[in-house]
């Protein structure tokens, strides 16, 4: 085939194209049903001419005119689309199928966190004079023997909840970044974590005060303790992705690869980071019951562990495109090859 007949044979259709996205102005739907499947077919046509182009006619200025009229087509026929849907899936479960993906990160995640815990409390419980003094300050107002009968001030319930919620928001921080740094970063503040936890909760229970220490922790504590361990999951992935790359990436696209999808992990967990803190600035205040404060607790970490389990079921199939998206690409690659 001839330059000139390429042009010749060609060139209505690219002009149709071209009116066609002017006519659309980036929105095909503007367009009706007939006239954007019309535009999606022409934009397919487009695609197949540069490819032929560019094997057949390179270097020729017909190229230059093709590349912008494919690009500015795939934008107006997919960009929008794929965008809104990328978003919505990225939503609605790309964030639940990354927490599920590394089952093994996410296993070691929760031991890292709740073996230190199990220890310290029975520590706690054998030697509370020793225990105390891996309490901060901040804390020890409820983990002394002072406080009984179930009650605390409002002004020292604040205190403590807002003390938690804190230093939670910092550890799930620390645990993503501490990836870079093997691990160690994110398995030593995420065990200490678990630690002080521990040590709270035996020495509660060791002078009569688990029920306040319940009270004012489980509404938004189960929930945050979930994002500490997926928190810590995704710096553990980062980590692995470093010590571990493959054969076929170098540790530094290994770890490209995994701060993409560790990134995902961390922003959604952000958001249930919120939940867990309005929570406890609207709820914990008012000194609930214990009954309330563990249905709170556990239904909000109920909610999304379910969450994780329903909607992060790995999809049917590698390729989750739709299937007109699948066999216009067909399309065009075989109409590129009816034109050599």
Not at 189 to 216: E, K, M
Not at 257 to 283: I, M, N, P, Q, Y
Not at 305 to 330: H, I, K, T
Request: glycine content about 12%; proline content about 4%; hydrophobic content about 50%.
């Amino acid at each position: 085939m001839t330059l000139e007949t390429f042009l010749t044979t060609r060139e209505p259709d690219w002009q149709r194209l071209a009116d066609g996205l002017r006519r659309a102005g980036g929105r095909p739907e503007r367009l009706g049903a007939a006239g954007a499947l019309e535009l999606g077919s022409l934009y397919r046509s487009a695609a197949a001419d540069l490819a032929l182009a560019r094997r057949r006619f390179a270097g020729d200025p017909v190229l230059d005119r093709l590349e912008i009229l494919v690009r500015e087509g795939r934008q107006a026929v997919y960009g929008r689309r794929v965008h809104r849907r990328a978003a919505r899936e990225s939503i609605t479960t790309g964030y639940w199928r990354e927490v599920r993906r590394r089952p093994g990160a996410l296993a070691l995640a929760w031991v890292v966190l709740i073996a230190p815990g199990l220890l310290a409390a029975a520590w706690a419980l054998a030697d509370p004079g020793a225990a105390i003094g891996l309490v901060p300050a901040a804390f020890r107002g409820v983990a002394g023997p002072t406080v009984r009968h179930n009650h605390l001030s409002l002004a020292d319930s604040s205190a403590l909840a807002t003390q938690i919620f804190t230093n939670n928001i910092r550890v799930s921080l620390v645990a993503f970044a501490g990836g870079l740094t093997l691990g160690v970063a994110t398995i030593a503040i995420v065990a200490y974590n678990g630690l002080l936890v521990g040590a709270l909760a035996g020495l509660t229970l060791g002078n009569g005060n688990f029920s306040i220490f319940v009270r004012y922790v489980a509404p938004h504590g189960l929930l945050e303790l979930s994002c500490i361990a997926v928190s810590a999951c995704a710096g553990l992935r980062l980590a692995w992705s470093v010590i571990d790359p493959g054969p076929a990436d170098t540790r530094v696209e290994s770890l490209a690869k995994a701060s993409r999808d560790a990134v995902v992990l961390v922003l959604g967990t952000a958001a249930w980071l919120v939940l867990a803190g309005l929570t406890e600035g609207f709820l914990t205040p008012r000194g609930v019951g214990l009954g309330t404060a563990l249905g709170v607790g556990v239904g909000l970490a109920g909610l999304y562990w379910s969450l994780v389990l329903w909607r992060g079921r790995p999809p049917a199939s590698v390729d989750d495109r739709p299937a007109s998206d699948r066999s216009g690409e067909a399309q065009s690659r075989a109409r590129a090859l009816a034109l050599r």
